[in-house]
């Protein structure tokens, strides 16, 4: 069973850095056939796709957030992390690390329990 832990803080100041950290156990971030991903929900919105990692370590992120958006990872403690810079209260959001599964229907098949993020003065 694999699980997936956001952490990070819960307040940030308008125009700082957000920062998050996804720890995941019962599975190996760099197995093959799974990607590492960021994704979002603003409040009284749909679900917004930012950015992955793949098992071998690449990066994509969604056009609308990629000048602001860093995913990278720390294989030695088994964690990815989002970085999202010069953040503005259209950014509070419930975040999420999720894991996407590239043989069973790209499935988004194991998700954290969520986090939120507040970004205000």
């Known amino acids: 069973q694999v699980q997936l832990q956001e952490s990070g803080p819960g307040l940030v100041k308008p125009y700082q850095t957000l920062s998050l950290t996804c720890t995941v156990s019962?599975?190996?971030?760099?197995?093959?056939?799974?990607?590492w991903n960021w994704i979002r929900q603003p409040p009284g919105k749909g679900l917004e796709w930012m950015g992955v990692?793949?098992?071998?370590?690449?990066?994509y992120y969604s056009p609308s957030l990629e000048s602001r958006t860093s995913i990278s990872r720390d294989t030695s403690k088994n964690q990815f992390s989002l970085q999202l810079s010069s953040v503005t209260p259209e950014d509070t959001a419930v975040y999420y690390c999720v894991r996407r599964d590239l043989k069973y229907g790209r499935a988004f098949d194991y998700w954290g329990q969520g986090t939120q993020v507040t970004v205000s003065s």
């Open positions: 990692i793949t098992y071998g370590g690449s990066t």
């Open positions: 019962g599975g190996s971030i760099t197995t093959s056939g799974y990607t």
